[in-house]
């Protein structure tokens, strides 16, 4: 039996666009670059061509956009201020506009990213100067309240970058907007997500999340909320509601209830980078931290075994162990280490553990009394379905199956396909015709391809 994170949000897949010229395949972009393209193909199908042949044979510039578009936001997001995130936007996307213009006839600069850094800066200098109603509402939004000759420095060194990408994250999980809400605004600003792609990565369509995001913005306007990092006596808070929503994207790439892809590393990845910011900060390296990110270690360890090379998924009993990374199960184990020092408990301690003893694949009691007893704890701090089944699971494998069955039985979680599916698992090898029977009702619940494969295999294999 797989052991699942319980899934919240939908969140994103790669979103695949067809350029629409013979010669031309698939070409990863956001809305932001489908604009771009129109644009250009307006100007002459063969100068199109030419740039969309470029790239597609570089992919240069649209992994640019992912990785430099969030540094460049943030840092022009914490410049400004909370009013005008969407101007940020607009200018950081200026900058890579200008360099898919001028790089197309001028070729690739040496230094690509200093290019973009200059040219946003530059663009950033302009706007302020140029647009006098514009500069003077910044000047009164600015935190140091400075003139704006004083403040046209846009600041894009490293470590401003890394402090402005932390502020920000704690800005948009401000507890004033819904956890939905805080997620979809950390894809597309921190994380370089277009709205189409956060669009597909909810199930819903692109109006939808602007007026989400739009409300969401408005509402920390209102709140009058500083892009900044929270003052000691509230930042214990704060960071709860940081480390919820880098759970629920992890979670969310690891498996999803609603989305037929098995795994979504681009979303894992995500999580446990903007998690990393927060363990290279002296303010926020802390023992829950680094308890989530040995967490996100442990399970990322195991993705590339996760899924067969038809992209099904593999579940843990038959995963190949050679396929794991133990690079990063060692470094899940150094930072669950860390985590222990103080006297802090939380779901992420508890559920690092459990990860940690599924990094060792023999099945034997100590192991199964172990998780068992993580458990039992982590019910009591963080009680949720899937624990409660998995905990089952665990009672069945220290104990026995009667016990379990039991133990399952008071659940009663009838909704949930998890739980005729785990009766299924207790039942087998005892009573074939009830265990195909809960495999059954369990199909019919499920949502997803993948979950319906998996229980279709496990009847067939009664």
Known sequence: MEFFWCPAFRTHG??????????????????????MLKCLFSAGKEIFHAIVFNMLQQELIPHLFRTEFRKIAAVLCKTFG?????????????????????????????????????????????????????????????AQGAAVTEVTEIDLSEQNINDSQLQMLFAVCHPSIPAEAQVGLALR?????????????????????????????????????????????????????????????????????SNDLVL?????????????????????NLPDVNALYALMCFHASRFTARKNEQGEIVLYNDQNESLWNYDLIARGAYHLHLASHGSQLTKYHLEAGIAYWHTIKADTKEKWENILQLYNRLLQVAYSPVAALNRTYALSKARNKETAIEEAEKLKLTGNHFYF?????????????????????????????????????????L
């Open 14 to 35: 790669i979103f695949l666009a067809r350029c629409g010229l013979s010669g031309i395949a698939h070409f990863n972009v956001c809305s932001f670059w489908q604009r």
């Open 82 to 142: 909370m009013e005008h995130i969407e101007t940020a936007e607009d200018i950081a996307g200026a900058a890579f506009l200008a360099a898919l213009e001028t790089w197309s006839y001028k070729g690739i600069p040496e230094n690509p990213v200093a290019w973009l850094y200059t040219v946003a800066k530059n663009k950033a200098k302009n706007h302020l100067n140029r647009d006098k109603l514009f500069a003077a509402k910044i000047a009164k939004d600015m």
């Open 189 to 257: 600003i921190l994380c370089g997500f277009g709205i189409e792609e956060i669009a597909v990565a909810f199930l819903t369509n692109k109006e939808t999340i602007n007026k989400r995001l739009y409300r969401a913005k408005e509402k920390l306007r209102q709140e009058k909320v500083v892009i900044e990092f929270p003052g000691e006596g509230v930042i214990g808070e704060r960071l709860s509601s940081v480390l919820t929503t880098l759970y629920l994207l992890f979670s969310e790439g690891y498996y999803s209830e």
């Open 264 to 284: 979504r590393e681009e979303l894992c990845r995500e999580a446990m980078r903007l998690t990393l910011l927060l363990l290279q900060n002296d303010l926020t």
């Open 421 to 461: 599916v785990l009766l299924g698992e207790l039942h087998s090898g005892r009573d074939r015709e009830t265990a195909k029977k809960y495999f059954e009702q369990a199909l019919m619940l499920a949502k997803t391809k993948t979950d319906k494969q998996t229980i279709a295999a496990k009847i067939a294999l």
